[in-house]
């Protein structure tokens, strides 16, 4: 069985600490780590949840080149929030740096 791992988005949890939980899920070996792509926060999550949610691709592009195996991906990218044309460029940028690495769900 695969094991993966999705990012914590909680509020008081920093990018270091979000690097630092990929990087140990790697040790642990888990097959993957997933980054959540949020661009507006719903007024009912504050307090619950991060006041900002870091760019999934941002983040996982840290984790591609702190680790050498692990997969990462997004556990949604909300699609009606980017350009599609922009996107598929990131996407396929992160995949080659992290050595096809990338695994993609897209939220239409």
């Known amino acids: 069985m695969d094991l993966g791992i999705a990012l914590p988005i909680l509020a008081n949890i920093n990018l270091e600490d979000?690097?630092?939980?990929?990087?140990?899920?790697?040790?642990?070996?888990?097959?993957?780590?997933?980054?959540s792509d949020h661009v507006v926060i719903p007024k009912e999550w504050r307090g619950r949840f991060a006041d900002i949610f870091p760019d999934p691709f941002i983040i996982l592009t840290a984790i591609s080149q702190n680790t050498k195996k692990i997969s990462i991906g997004t556990s949604a990218a909300i699609l009606p929030y980017r350009n599609p044309i922009i996107l598929a460029k990131m996407m396929s940028t992160l995949d080659h740096f992290s050595g096809g690495r990338l695994i993609s769900t897209v939220a239409i």
């Open 18 to 35: 979000q690097l630092e939980i990929a990087i140990k899920a790697e040790e642990l070996g888990f097959k993957s780590v997933w980054a």
